[in-house]
Nanobody, 123 residues
């Protein structure tokens, strides 16, 4: 059974940076597509970023493109989300998600989820 553990959330001011980490346990990490989602309480889950099993590309929502960077370290079975130029609207609980590599759309079919980490950006 795959288990995901996020870390790195916290509180920053507008324009600041944070780096989220997500450690992957219990499976062959190199066979998993990975992604970040976020959710504001009372609102729908929002796709943030995706990196496929082979790390040969990255994808971002329009709201974070140019400010966030997703990466993966296969040796550590970990993905990262570097978040720069943070805005108050980036405040949310951020979730790491995993799926076996797939040709399905990058926002779908994630089977495994972390517990979430809170990011708060103050103005």
């Amino acid at each position: 059974q795959v288990r995901l553990e996020e870390s790195g959330g916290g509180s920053v001011q507008t324009g600041g940076s944070l780096r989220l980490s997500c450690a992957h346990f219990g499976g062959a990490f190199r066979t998993y597509d990975m992604a970040w989602f976020r959710q504001v309480q009372g609102k729908e889950l929002e796709f943030v970023s995706h990196i496929p099993y082979n790390g040969d590309s990255t994808y971002y929502s329009d709201s974070v493109k140019g400010r966030f960077t997703i990466s993966r370290d296969d040796a550590r079975s970990t993905i990262y989300l570097q978040m720069d130029s943070l805005k108050p609207e980036d405040s949310a609980v951020y979730y790491c998600a995993a799926r076996l590599w797939s040709i399905r759309p990058i926002t779908e079919n994630y089977k495994f989820w972390g517990q979430g980490t809170q990011v708060t950006v103050s103005s």
